[in-house]
């Protein structure tokens, strides 16, 4: 364990758009419908990177995995499943509608990542 105060204000902006995009710009389709999607990966790995020292490709990797696990998840509505179909916060964390559009934004996200944090710090 350790903190990384970089990562962590890197968190708290992500977390800042996320919102901000879900309540004030929540009318802009494009912003709300794929940009937090791309957003959410991003947010992911520097949440996980504040607090643990992993390796950067295998974590984007793996925050990938998990999103398109999660997408698929939502295919079988499993939030509703789990009961979850009135908590509005949980709804939204999990989602409840599949998208192929969805995943590539994750693809997206990752890819940015990858590309911004991993080979930009290399050139460093």
Known sequence: MRFDLKYFI?????????????TVFKNIFLLRAYFGDVLVVILMYTFILTFFKLNK??????????????????????AEILGFNNNVIAMIVLGNSFSW???????IGSLSTWLIDIKL????
């Open 10 to 22: 890197l968190t708290i902006s992500l977390f800042m758009s996320e919102v901000l995009i879900a």
């Open 57 to 78: 490709t295998k974590l984007v990797c793996w925050i990938f995995v998990f999103a398109c696990l999660i997408e698929f998840l939502q295919y079988y509505h499993f």
């Open 101 to 107: 559009i969805d995943m590539i934004c994750y693809a």
């Open 121 to 124: 710090n290399k050139i460093k």
